[in-house]
């Protein structure tokens, strides 16, 4: 494996100190990397890999802290929001995945025709854009979606949130939940 690539197409990503030039961790991926980004914290790096996975690392410890599972084909990248909590997938499957960066749990799912860019967020996080192509390859198309179409309707977003419930609910709570 050649290091000078910087581990790419060995499956390793590196972080390094931009102040001293230092190597500050190294990590495993384990498939050859597409994609890197890092948290706008600077605490988690998220690496992409040509084996359809994605990945979440701790950058202080170098501890695998989510693994993001779903896409079928290979990543040709991925993205932390700007808040850091969710994460967007890019696959050669022809689909853009929204996950929680927290729990790995998929939220959305789109699909498109052909190969699409990777998703870029804006600023406050809620929606991203991806740039596509028509099918004459003429005309790029970029087209914008909500990264949570269920968290502006109360309604669907109590029933995404109802199989996740950890504690033994109230009369009242069953019924606002249950939307009833």
């Known amino acids: 494996c050649s290091s000078d ?22 990590v495993n991926q384990g498939g050859e990397v597409s994609g890197v980004d890092l948290s706008s914290d600077g605490s988690r790096l998220l690496v992409s890999s040509w084996n359809s996975r994605a ?18 084909q ?15 997938t890019s696959s050669l499957d022809d689909t853009v995945r929204i996950w929680n960066a927290r729990t790995g749990q998929e939220m959305r799912v789109l699909t498109f025709p052909d190969v699409q860019s990777p998703p870029v967020f804006n600023a406050r996080g809620n929606q991203f854009a991806v740039a596509e ?14 990264t949570c179409p269920a968290c502006t309707n109360g309604r669907a977003l109590l029933s995404l949130a109802a199989p996740h419930v950890t504690k033994q609910l109230t009369l009242l709570e069953r019924t606002v939940v249950s939307g009833a």
Do not use: H, K
């Open 5 to 26: 690539l910087g581990g790419y197409f060995c499956g390793y990503a590196d972080v390094w100190d931009t102040r001293t030039g230092r190597l500050l961790r190294q």
């Open 55 to 72: 990945t979440i690392w701790s950058v202080a410890t170098g501890r695998r802290l989510v693994n993001l599972i779903g896409d079928t």
């Open 74 to 88: 290979g990543l040709e990248g991925a993205a932390f929001s700007p808040s850091g909590a969710v994460v967007a």
């Open 133 to 146: 192509s028509d099918p004459s390859g003429t005309q790029d198309n970029v087209r914008v979606f909500d």
